[in-house]
């Protein structure tokens, strides 16, 4: 079956370390997301890619940074720079369409807490 | 740059009575209109999606959602209930603008089913 798949599902961290999130896609998806959800606050885009090699900064980028060398992969670096990591972090994918917007699919996330 | 309002956080329905979660959107055109629902734990899945044409949008798991532009709204309705539809859910908003696929979320209405 074609989907998202984010791993790991828990991740822990310590301070000053900086941990890479994974974000893999058979979908043949061009654009994918980076997503920060924290409690009351909804969904916050981090980053996102329309197309290999290349990648934008969303709302909320600082303390993170991507990738984007394969179509299928757009994993998410969490630095030290970034002081409130703790969230629920969640991927997406999306076909690009000059005449619509389509709709993001989104992976199962990753819980990233701090010890 | 578009925004989207849930004024609900938390509702309690029981169990086989009709639902509406409400969402308002800002945009100064017809925006391209969704609803997800998350599980706890779990990714966001798409309900339903309004791009143009008919005003009223049927979804996935008996869901509808009713586009009116004078009221700038896109609310989400179900006749019945079931148990198994208590999960959070998300309002977003994307533009008509290739190369900003962008969608902004609402924060989410908590929905509790009472037997």
């Known amino acids: 079956d074609g989907g998202i798949t984010q791993s790991p599902k828990y991740l822990f961290r310590k301070e000053g370390q900086n941990v890479t999130l994974s974000c893999e896609q058979n979908?043949?998806?061009?654009?994918m997301y980076w997503y920060r959800q924290d409690p009351g606050q909804g969904l916050r885009l981090i980053y996102y890619?329309?197309?290999?090699?290349?990648?934008q900064k969303g709302d909320i980028a600082e303390g993170y940074s991507v990738s984007r060398e394969k179509k299928e992969s757009f994993p998410l670096t969490v630095t030290s720079a970034q002081k409130n990591p703790t969230a629920f972090y969640l991927c997406a994918s999306s076909i690009r369409d000059r005449h619509s917007n389509q709709p993001q699919h989104f992976g199962d996330g990753t819980r990233l807490s701090i010890l | 740059a578009q925004s989207v309002t849930q004024p609900d956080i938390h509702i309690t329905v029981s169990e086989g009575a009709s639902l509406e979660l409400r969402c308002n959107y800002s945009?100064?055109?017809?925006?391209?209109l969704f609803w997800y629902v998350q599980s706890p734990g779990q990714g966001l899945q798409l309900l339903l999606k309004y791009f143009s044409g008919d005003t009223l949008v049927q979804g996935i798991k008996g869901f509808e959602a009713e586009f009116k532009r004078s009221q700038s709204s896109f609310n989400l309705r179900k006749p019945s209930v079931h148990w198994s539809d208590a999960a959070e859910y998300f309002c977003a908003v994307g533009t008509p603008d290739f190369g900003n696929e962008k969608l902004t979320f609402g924060t989410g209405t908590r929905l509790t089913i009472i037997p």
């Open positions: 945009y100064g055109a017809t925006p391209y």
């Open positions: 979908l043949n998806h061009d654009a």
């Open positions: 890619s329309q197309i290999v090699n290349d990648f």
